[in-house]
């Protein structure tokens, strides 16, 4: 018999796989009469929103529709730097209900890119949803409709949240030990990777 995986990185586990799962189906059951008439168009902004997409629109069994942006504006590195579209929405969401899916709300600013361009092309209604809420007050965009979990202030991995591109396939929620690990290369090298 093969021995457990300890696959992990170092840090500590904020929210176990089973507190992950149980927060998206309450967030599921929040969203789910809002949503139920709808149609909506979801939203899925990649990479990060991967695994929380799949997780959450299975959850929440309505009629819905999928497409997919691919922003970031962390790249490489640690902390945030200038947005990159790397695929922008190719859906028309003109007079439709959209519901955009990230993994985490930090300071706000990719949501709100994604908004506004879905806003500029005559979305009828655009609400958000996040798997992750940070707990700080630099907020300086619109709050989601909804945040299954709440993490502290610093770098965290999991359920599609990576550092450099890896520990996105965790089931769990980790906050990264960063003198544990090397810097990420710094975020200009990453503009040119495109990561
Ligand atoms: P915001 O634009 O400042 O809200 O940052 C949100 C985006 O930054 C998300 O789409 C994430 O991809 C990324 N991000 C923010 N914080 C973290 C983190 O702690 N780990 C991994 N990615 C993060
Ligand atoms: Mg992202």
């Known amino acids: 018999m093969s021995s457990p995986s300890t696959y992990a990185p170092p840090g500590e586990m904020l929210h176990s796989a089973e507190a992950v799962q149980a927060a998206i189906a309450h967030q599921a059951e929040w969203l789910r009469p809002r949503l139920a008439n709808e149609n909506p168009l979801v939203v899925v902004l990649l990479q990060g929103a991967l695994y929380y997409a799949a997780w959450l629109t299975l959850a929440l069994a309505i009629p819905l529709e999928i497409a997919c942006v ?3 504006r962390y790249g490489r590195g640690r902390s945030g730097g200038v947005l990159a579209w790397r695929q922008k929405l190719a859906a028309d969401v003109g007079g439709r209900s959209v519901l955009l899916l990230d993994d985490i709300f930090d300071e706000g600013a990719t949501l709100a890119a994604v908004r506004a361009a879905c806003i500029a092309a ?16 630099r907020a300086r965009a619109q709050e989601p409709d909804s945040a299954a979990l709440e993490v502290p202030d610093c770098f965290v991995v ?21 003198r544990a690990l090397p810097r990420s290369l710094p975020d200009r090298v990453a503009e040119r990777i495109g990561t």
């Open 70 to 72: 691919d922003v970031g």
């Open 122 to 137: 005559k979305a009828r209604e655009v609400r958000s949803a996040v798997l992750l809420r940070k707990r700080h007050d």
């Open 158 to 178: 999991g359920c599609g949240l990576d550092d450099a591109g890896r520990w996105r396939n965790l089931p769990a929620i980790y906050a990264l030990d960063e």
